[in-house]
């Protein structure tokens, strides 16, 4: 591991352990709770409207339904908000701080530069997404939950995807908007929408056509859960950071460093320059 890429993972350190033990704990206690949750639930009907957090379940007491309702349906969004508040830091962070100056000065590449960043934090993201494998390898046999542990791993896997679009999400906003705290106003407001278009269009027709432009929506881990698995979800969650992050890299090739100035200004900052 190069020096740029220990440093980037040691700033994010405690982010993401903090997010790691908060998520290992809760599998666990999630998995714990489930016979007494299905024992006094055995005979509740769900309110109309609510299937939306069982996904493609059919029954919140059923195992695949309550760890869709319980855990899948918003420990995600909780990955995206960690992914966002590191990504913008990446960056944005540095730039504000007066650090990216100083190492952009430095013999190396731009996109080295990004490369290294987005391979470091990317990677410390999963990883911290994926002590939640263990916690399910304790959980599911405490709680009695008749699903296979590689099941809930490939759900957890997609899972990780999807925040990896957001990470690349605020990467690409923190280089082409003005400050790190725009970068991360739009994308906690695109985090928002995509987590309600992806959960009120599941019990609302007037919403479902936009469900496919939320992450949330490839992800959907019930379909996992159930036994199902699309080779177009995953598709569309590797393609979309990686897109993301070639926008990221043409806004950042364009930017410039310190002037406090929104990439997409530039054109005309430069043409207003040119006229005095």
Do not use: H
């Not at 730039?95 to 391979?119: C, F, H, N, W, Y």
Request: glycine share 8%; aromatic share 10%; with cysteine.
């Amino acid at each position: 591991m190069t020096p740029m890429a220990r440093a980037s993972l040691r700033e994010v350190r405690l982010t993401l352990a903090g997010a790691a033990v908060i998520v290992f704990g809760l599998a666990i206690w999630v998995c714990a709770v489930y016979p007494s949750f299905r024992s006094s639930f055995a005979d509740f009907e769900l309110p109309a409207g609510y299937e939306a957090f069982l996904g493609e379940a059919e029954s919140l007491v059923s195992p695949e339904g309550f760890l869709s309702a319980e855990f899948f349906a918003w420990i995600p969004a909780l990955w995206a908000g960690v992914a966002i508040a590191i990504g913008t830091g990446a960056i944005g962070g540095e730039e504000s701080d007066g650090t990216l100056e100083i190492l952009l000065a430095q013999p190396i590449s731009r996109t080295r530069v990004l490369l290294e960043k987005s391979l470091a934090l990317s990677a410390g993201l999963v990883l911290a997404i994926a002590t939640a494998v263990p916690a399910f390898a304790i959980g599911l046999p405490l709680g009695d939950l008749d699903i296979a542990l590689w099941r809930v791993t490939v759900a957890l896997g997609l899972a990780a995807l999807a925040s990896l679009v957001f990470l690349t999400l605020a990467m690409w906003l923190s280089t082409l908007l003005a400050t790190r705290r725009q970068a991360a106003l739009v994308s906690s407001g695109a985090l928002i929408a995509a987590y309600f278009v992806n959960t009120l269009g599941a019990a609302v027709p007037s919403i479902d056509t936009w469900r496919p432009l939320s992450p949330f929506y490839w992800s959907d881990a019930s379909v996992v859960l159930t036994g199902g698995f699309s080779w177009w979800r995953l598709a569309v969650l590797v393609a979309t950071p990686l897109a993301l992050w070639a926008l990221t890299r043409w806004a950042f090739r364009r930017r410039e460093i310190g002037s406090g100035v929104s990439v997409l200004r530039l054109p005309y900052t430069a043409m207003r320059s040119a006229g005095r």
